[in-house]
C-alpha cells in the first residue's frame, strides 16, 4: 500500500504590513441619524409610548438598552430590543448618510497596507448593512460592544489605532492599548474627547488620510 501524502502545513494568518485601524460606526463612518431618527418614530407609532426622536438621536453612541431605558419600563427592555432591531432594516438603512471623507479615510488605511475594521455598539447585522448599502469597505465589522468592551475586539484584531467620536470610545482605545484619534463629528465635543484622554483630535474623517500618513511615516521610522 502507497503511503499517504503528507498533510500540508496549516498557513498562519498573514500579517498586514500596514496598521490595523479600528472605526467605531455612528457619527464616525455614518450618519445615522436620519434612520435611527425614523426608526424611533416608528417604534413610538407602533407600541403608543411617546419617544422623543430628536432627543434620542443627540446622544448616539452606547448600547441600544441605555436609550430605550429613559422610555420603557426594564420588564419590557427585551421586548422592545427586539421590536427596534426588526424594524430598523426598514427604516433606518435607506436615510442613513456616509459620513465626509469616509471612503476616503478606508482607502488610505488599505493603501498604506493594513486594514481598516468597525466595532461598534450597534447591534452587527444592522452595522454590516449600513457598511454594505453604502459600500463602505471594512475589513471586519464587530458589533454589540461599547466602551471598553471595544478594547477586546481591537486587541483581537491586533489594532494599533481606534478612530471614534464619544468619550466611550477613548475608552475603549485606553483599554487595548492602541491610539485614540477622535472625530468631533457625534455628540462630544473636542474639549470633551481631549479631557477624556483622546491622543489626537481631527474636525472629521477628511482630515484623517493626512494624519495616517505622517502616522504611518513615523512607525517606520521607528521600526
Not at 488610505?108 to 454590516?128: D, F, L, M, N, Q
Not at 455628540?187 to 474627547?193: H, Q, R, T, V
Not at 517606520?220 to 521600526?223: D, E, G, H, M, T
Given at each position: 500500500m502507497a503511503p499517504m501524502a503528507a498533510l500540508p502545513e496549516?498557513?498562519?494568518?498573514?500579517?498586514?504590513?500596514?496598521?490595523v485601524v479600528g472605526f467605531d460606526l455612528d457619527m464616525t463612518l455614518i450618519d445615522s441619524?436620519?434612520?435611527?431618527?425614523?426608526?424611533?418614530?416608528?417604534?413610538?407609532?407602533?407600541t403608543g409610548t411617546y419617544v422623543d426622536a430628536d432627543l434620542a438621536v443627540s446622544r448616539?453612541?452606547?448600547?441600544?438598552?441605555?436609550?430605550?431605558?429613559?422610555?420603557?419600563?426594564?420588564?419590557?427592555?427585551?421586548?422592545?430590543?427586539?421590536?427596534?432591531?426588526?424594524?430598523?432594516?426598514t427604516h433606518a438603512i435607506t436615510p442613513t448618510l456616509p459620513m465626509p471623507g469616509v471612503h476616503e479615510a478606508m482607502?488610505?488605511?488599505?493603501?498604506?497596507?493594513?486594514?481598516?475594521?468597525?466595532?461598534?455598539?450597534?447591534?452587527?447585522?444592522?452595522?454590516?448593512?449600513?457598511?454594505?448599502?453604502l459600500g463602505i469597505a471594512a475589513d471586519a465589522v464587530i458589533g454589540d460592544l461599547w466602551?471598553?468592551?471595544?478594547?477586546?475586539?481591537?486587541?483581537e484584531h491586533g489594532a494599533s489605532v481606534y478612530v471614534g467620536d464619544h468619550t466611550g470610545d477613548v475608552r475603549g482605545a485606553r483599554t487595548a492599548g492602541a491610539l485614540s484619534v477622535a472625530v468631533a463629528t457625534g455628540?462630544?465635543?473636542?474639549?470633551?474627547?481631549r479631557d477624556a484622554g483622546a491622543d489626537v483630535v481631527l474636525d472629521g474623517l477628511a482630515a484623517f488620510p493626512a494624519w495616517l500618513a505622517r502616522y504611518t511615516e513615523e512607525r517606520?521610522?521607528?521600526?
Open positions: 496549516p498557513t498562519a494568518p498573514s500579517t498586514p504590513a500596514g496598521p441619524r436620519p434612520g435611527i431618527h425614523a426608526t424611533w418614530r416608528a417604534l413610538s407609532e407602533r448616539l453612541g452606547p448600547p441600544l438598552v441605555t436609550e430605550l431605558a429613559e422610555w420603557f419600563p426594564a420588564e419590557e427592555i427585551p421586548a422592545m430590543t427586539d421590536l427596534y432591531r426588526e424594524m430598523y432594516p482607502a488610505a488605511v488599505h493603501a498604506a497596507g493594513g486594514r481598516a475594521i468597525v466595532v461598534t455598539a450597534k447591534y452587527e447585522p444592522s452595522a454590516k448593512l449600513h457598511l454594505d448599502h466602551a471598553e468592551a471595544k478594547g477586546v475586539a481591537l486587541r455628540p462630544c465635543s473636542a474639549g470633551e474627547l517606520a521610522a521607528r521600526r
